[in-house]
Nanobody
Framework: QVQLVESGGGSVQAGDSLRLSCAASGWTLSDYALGWFRQYPGKEREFVAALSWSGSNTDYVYSAKGRFAISRDNTKNTMYLQIHSLKPEDTATYYC????????????????????WGQGTQVTVSS
């Protein structure tokens, strides 16, 4: 069974750092383009970061640039979202996502572009 299992969320103070993890089971994550999204209560899921299949290209929402970093470790079949200098407005449920891509360099920003999703992990940042 294809699964993405997230971990690493929690309650932190503003200014702290967190690393969210997303482990794939039943398939090989290295063959996929990856993404992270977040969702605020009552809002639609929004794009945060993307990583191409090749690992050579990344893309970030403007508010995440400089503080967020998406990466993958193919030896662990796991993707990550490192978040520094957390702010209260980063409080949300974070989701990892994956999809096949024809081009190794492509990144994807729309949630509808992704085929596989994690269950979500809550990040709460207090001031």
């Amino acid at each position: 069974q294809v699964q993405l299992v997230e971990s690493g969320g929690g309650s932190v103070q503003a200014g702290d750092s967190l690393r969210l993890s997303c482990a794939a089971s039943g398939w090989t994550l290295s063959d996929y383009a990856l993404g992270w999204f977040r969702q605020y209560p009552g809002k639609e899921r929004e794009f945060v970061a993307a990583l191409s299949w090749s690992g050579s290209n990344t893309d970030y929402v403007y508010s995440a640039k400089g503080r967020f970093a998406i990466s993958r470790d193919n030896t662990k079949n796991t993707m990550y979202l490192q978040i520094h200098s957390l702010k209260p407005e980063d409080t949300a449920t974070y989701y990892c996502a994956a999809r096949r891509a024809l081009l190794r360099s492509s990144t994807f920003q729309r949630s509808n572009d992704y085929h596989y999703w994690g269950q979500g992990t809550q990040v709460t940042v207090s001031s």
